[in-house]
């Protein structure tokens, strides 16, 4: 029953800022990789952005380098990814998945969670 559980997603215009949360109050996300990834409708699920779980390494889709950033806040078990300069194309239901490193493709803990919707539009 444990899940994930992402927020803050909504309307935008292109190049407008927002923040996704993922929290989680059944483990720890400092354990595992945290992996972000969008599906947009008609297309397969991507990934988008991971965070290591040994050093905090951090990987981006190529389309985002640049404008989105992924970080971890212990205190408060959540991981968040920044996206800035937001685009049309951007525009998905952004998930995220507790990985044992950033190379996984399913969640190692818990399970797929309802995912937060982006929608950039003008």
């Known amino acids: 029953q444990v899940q994930l559980v992402e927020s803050g997603g909504g309307l935008v215009h292109p190049g407008d800022s927002l923040r996704l949360s993922c929290a989680s109050s059944?483990?720890?996300?400092?354990?595992?990789?945290i992996r972000w990834f969008r599906r947009a409708p008609g297309k397969e699920r991507e990934g988008v952005s991971c965070?290591?779980?040994?050093?905090?390494?951090?990987y981006y889709k190529d389309s985002v380098k640049g404008r989105f950033t992924i970080s971890r806040d212990s205190a408060k078990n959540t991981v968040y990814l920044q996206m800035n300069n937001v685009k049309p194309e951007d525009s998905a239901v952004y998930y995220c998945?507790?990985?044992?490193?950033?190379?996984?493709?399913?969640?190692?803990?818990?399970?797929w969670g309802q995912g937060t919707q982006v929608t950039v539009s003008s």
């Open positions: 998945a507790a990985l044992i490193d950033c190379s996984g493709t399913f969640p190692k803990v818990g399970s």
């Open positions: 059944g483990f720890i996300l400092d354990y595992y990789a």
């Open positions: 965070v290591s779980r040994t050093d905090n390494t951090t």
